[in-house]
């Protein structure tokens, strides 16, 4: 017999008899199966994005998808392999231990998942604060959250294009603060000021009609959302209700206008503000003036220079 062809022989059965070790034969099935179940899954959120045009809806419905669709995976291959793996259990026993201190940044990520989603942390298309970074939540994985930033180097809560992914133990370790969940409203404050010897009683007319004009309907639908607050904690009734203080300072009358605005609107109404102020002002004939920061030179006292004698 030709050797190589008796090598290929040999090579052969020893392929078949690795393939009819049932050991093997489980793995390969649990193997195939998994991918079969990770490509239904993908099927079913291609599916998904293409049927559903609602995106908050596409959204939970892919989750969902990925969420059941895994745990089917990882449930199948636990049954099949669930037979073989009795005789390694001590050793997997001995490796979890190192593994879990190894991962506990992980493995407390993943709690904290479990955590955001049925401890109602935050949703996504919400705005948070998270590990010290502001944004909109994007995405929420298994082991991050994905924020599109706002701030930084951009003012008024806008975004600036970065996207961070923050890690979910960050929910365990640091305040999360939520701009939209119970209360999709914040109050604002501009100040207005106003030279000393204004119409001051014109002056906060003015103001306040403006700030009713501009921010009156968040107020109404602020004070809905703000019985709501009410009834789920224990706080007290607050008032939404436009509302302009007057502060003396040394070189002018401050005005103080406080508002309630949609937490993404902050910018667009404070610039609208702004604008109706200035135009409202400006019909007052000066009787309203907006005052700026001067320098009063004031006279100094005599210097009385004398030459002395000695000095001549």
């Not at 419905?61 to 636990?78: D, E, M, N, P, Q």
């Amino acid at each position: 017999m030709d050797p190589e062809n008796f090598v290929d022989i040999n090579f052969m059965d020893a392929v078949a008899g690795w393939l009819s070790n049932p050991n093997v034969q489980k793995i390969i099935f649990a193997a195939v199966g998994f991918l079969v179940i990770v490509f239904l899954i993908r099927l079913a959120k291609a599916l998904v994005r293409h049927r559903i045009q609602d995106a908050e809806r596409r959204y939970r419905l892919r989750k969902i998808v990925s969420f059941i669709g895994y745990l089917i995976a990882l449930f199948f291959v636990a049954t099949v392999l669930g037979e073989r793996l009795g005789g390694i259990q001590v050793a997997f026993g001995i490796a979890g231990a190192g593994i879990a201190f190894s991962l506990q940044e992980v493995i407390v990520s993943i709690a904290g998942w479990i955590a955001i989603s049925f401890g109602n942390f935050y949703r996504p298309g919400e705005r948070v604060l998270l590990g010290g970074i502001m944004g909109d939540v994007i995405d929420i994985g298994m082991l991050r959250t994905t924020l599109m930033e706002c701030g930084q180097w951009v003012n008024a809560d806008q975004y600036n294009g970065r996207i961070v992914r923050i890690a979910n133990s960050f929910v365990f370790k640091e305040p999360v603060f939520n701009y939209s969940s119970d209360f999709p409203f914040l109050w604002d404050e501009i100040t207005m000021p106003v030279k000393y010897g204004s119409d001051y009683e014109m002056a906060r007319k003015i103001f306040l009609s403006v700030l009713n004009e501009v921010a009156g309907d968040y107020a109404r639908y602020a004070g809905e959302a703000w019985k709501a607050v009410v009834r789920k904690f224990l706080i007290e009734a607050a008032s939404v209700e436009p509302m302009v203080v007057m502060k003396l300072t040394d070189n002018w009358v401050q005005f103080t206008l406080r508002y309630v605005v949609d937490y993404k609107e902050r910018r667009n109404t404070s610039d609208r503000i702004f604008t109706r102020i200035l135009e409202e002002i400006d019909k007052t004939d000066e009787r309203v003036s907006i005052a700026s920061a001067t320098i009063q030179i004031t006279e100094g006292p005599p210097i009385d220079v004398r030459l002395s004698e000695k000095s001549k």
